[in-house]
């Protein structure tokens, strides 16, 4: 605040009231303090007051059940946090095994294989379904691609 008062002042205030601020008080008001003050204050009242009502505040209650779900959900992210990392961490490890194993191991699954008659196993099974070891393979990459797409699905979702 300035402090100091104008004989214009009442002059200025009735023309704002009236919605219409002549260019000779305009004028008046870029030289002098109080005026310019007076001027600037009228307006901004202005502005608020066209403005309208503020809006209303949210529930207390809500906020509060808000700011409760949210420190329950932090409190069971950090519990959970360490079984996740342990999760993760044992599928790098049977990833990383499994290439040696089968590297090792396809010589005795393909023996097995080759001794294994699958049409003693299912006499039952028709000749158009073609090879058996085939179908056998080609179901057991699928549901490897199934259980794939199980795990990100449950990544994702963390």
Not at 36 to 52: D, H, N, P, S
Not at 137 to 146: D, K
């Amino acid at each position: 605040m300035s402090g100091t008062t104008c004989g214009r002042e009442p002059e200025l205030l009735a023309a704002m009231a009236a919605g219409e601020l002549p260019e000779e008080l305009r004028q008046h008001a870029a030289g002098c303090a109080g005026c310019a003050e007076t001027l600037l204050v009228a307006t901004f009242l202005r502005r608020e007051a066209a403005a309208g009502p503020p809006r209303p505040l949210p529930d207390p209650a809500y906020l509060w059940w808000r700011a409760s779900l949210e420190q329950r959900s932090a409190v069971a992210e950090r519990a959970t946090r360490l079984i996740t990392v342990i999760q993760r961490a044992s599928l790098v490890a049977a990833v990383l095994l499994a290439v040696p194993l089968a590297r090792w191991g396809w010589p005795h699954v393909r023996q097995w294989l080759g001794a294994l008659d699958i049409r003693a196993l299912a006499p039952t099974l028709p000749a158009e379904a073609g090879n058996p070891v085939l179908v056998i393979a080609i179901s057991a990459v699928l549901l490897g691609v199934l259980a794939l797409l199980d795990l990100h699905a449950d990544w994702t979702r963390d």
